[in-house]
């Protein structure tokens, strides 16, 4: 059974960085690009970025090019996003994805992320 | 970025009834156009991927069709089960994009 569980996540201050996890379970890591997308209070959906099944190469939405940078480490089957100078607009439900022929065919969780002050 | 507008925002609709969900993008997206279901408090699930194809374990009342760049998801025969808010995903073009969102409500 395919399972993604994300964590990491909690309050955070504006300004602050934070490094979200997710640990892959039931399905070869190494042979899928993985990707992160969050889901605002407002319940609006919005894609983050993937990653290449090697690690090698990475794609981003353009407005979070600059704070956010996805990794992983095929030995632990961990993917992670790391987030850097959070704004209070970051508030939202963080999730991991696998992507098989390029759909988001697996979610974890979710993990909640709150900037705040 | 491709622009994914969805409507209707939200529907209310009988049990057994068939009702339909669009998404127009902003460019054609050449079929590559995702459905997803997200109940409350679960994880979006793929229904259906490149326009009309079922995700495995999806049942069949569900369908998608569109080209272009007008796209939509029909559910046939509604059940209780299929209250919940669908989304459309582009992926044709980085960054992929989403759709605003539907919420279903059976009356």
């Known amino acids: 059974e395919v399972q993604l569980v994300e964590s990491g996540g909690g309050l955070v201050q504006p300004g602050a960085s934070l490094k979200l996890s997710c640990v892959a379970s039931?399905?070869?890591?190494?042979?899928?690009?993985m990707s992160w997308v969050r889901q605002t209070p407002g319940k609006t959906m919005e894609w983050i970025g993937d990653?290449?099944?090697?690690?090698?190469?990475?794609n981003y939405a353009p407005s979070l090019k600059n704070r956010f940078t996805i990794s992983r480490d095929n030995a632990k089957s961990t993917l992670y996003l790391q987030m850097s100078n959070v704004r209070s607009e970051d508030t939202a439900t963080y999730y991991c994805?696998?992507?098989?022929?390029?759909?988001?065919?697996?979610w974890g969780q979710g993990v909640m992320v709150t900037v705040s002050s | 970025d491709i622009q994914m507008t969805q409507s209707p925002a939200s529907l209310s609709a009988s049990l057994g009834e068939t009702v339909s969900i669009e998404c127009l993008a902003s460019?054609?997206?050449?079929?590559?156009l995702a459905w997803y279901q997200q109940k409350p408090g679960k994880s979006p699930q793929l229904l259906i991927y490149?326009?009309?194809s079922l995700q495995d374990g999806v049942p069949s009342r569900f369908s998608g069709s569109g080209s272009g760049t007008q796209y939509s998801l029909k559910i046939n025969s509604l059940e209780s089960e299929d209250a919940a808010t669908y989304f459309c995903?582009?992926?044709?073009?980085?960054?992929?994009?989403f759709g605003g969102g539907t919420k279903l409500e059976l009356k």
């Open positions: 994805t696998r992507v098989t022929e390029g759909n988001l065919d697996y």
């Open positions: 039931g399905f070869t890591f190494s042979d899928y690009w």
């Open positions: 990653i290449k099944y090697d690690g090698s190469y990475t």
């Open positions: 460019e054609d997206i050449y079929n590559n």
């Open positions: 490149y326009t009309s």
């Open positions: 995903l582009q992926d044709s073009e980085y960054p992929w994009t």
